[in-house]
């Protein structure tokens, strides 16, 4: 099967190394003890998703792409939970 032109050893290969996203674990320390654990991992996976667009995968898709549309603030946007 053809590769992707965003594969390894392309010309978009991202060129600084991205920071690994942290691990729910981690995240769940940071908060308060008052909630269930099935809260705890729903807020840690909000967290994670309310970041920008990586580099490469602007160039990945011919910046067709140009940011994340979901981003979240933290006192304007609520989760509803």
Known sequence: SRRPFWHKGTL???AVKERPLQRPRELIAKMGSVKTMKLKMLLAKKIKQNRPLPQWFRMKTGTKIR???????????????
């Not at 940011?67 to 939970?81: D, Q, T």
């Open 67 to 81: 940011y994340n549309k979901f981003r979240r603030h933290w006192r304007r946007g609520k989760i509803g939970v």
């Open 12 to 14: 978009f290969r991202p």
